[in-house]
Nanobody
Framework: EVQLVESGGGLVQAGGSLRLSCAAS????????IGWFRQAPGKESEGVSC????????YYADSVKGRFTISSDNAKNTVYLQMNSLKPEDTAVYYC?????????????WGKGTLVTVSS
């Protein structure tokens, strides 16, 4: 059974940092891409970042470029999202997702999400 478990969310002041983790199990980690998506109240889901576990290629939404960094620890089957210089508009539930490729329109497998709240 595919499982994706997010952790690391919380409350932080604007300008602060958080690191989200996505622990994956139930599939061959090296064969999949892991993406981070977010959904703020009343807004559509946004694809934030993605990494291919096989070759390490990455994608970032324009809204987070230069502030967020995605990385993968294949030995731990875990993907991280380091979020720096956080802004109130980054407040959302963050989900990790898995698929054969980075597909920012939607991916096959999803975690339950972790809430990030950035106060001004």
């Amino acid at each position: 059974e595919v499982q994706l478990v997010e952790s690391g969310g919380g409350l932080v002041q604007a300008g602060g940092s958080l690191r989200l983790s996505c622990a994956a199990s139930g599939f061959t980690f090296d064969d999949y891409a892991i993406g981070w998506f977010r959904q703020a109240p009343g807004k559509e889901s946004e694809g934030v970042s993605c990494i291919s576990s096989s070759d390490g290629s990455t994608y970032y939404a324009d809204s987070v470029k230069g502030r967020f960094t995605i990385s993968s620890d294949n030995a731990k089957n875990t993907v991280y999202l380091q979020m720096n210089s956080l802004k109130p508009e980054d407040t959302a539930v963050y989900y990790c997702a898995a698929d054969a490729y980075c597909q920012m329109g939607g991916m096959d497998y999803w975690g339950k999400g972790t809430l990030v709240t950035v106060s001004s």
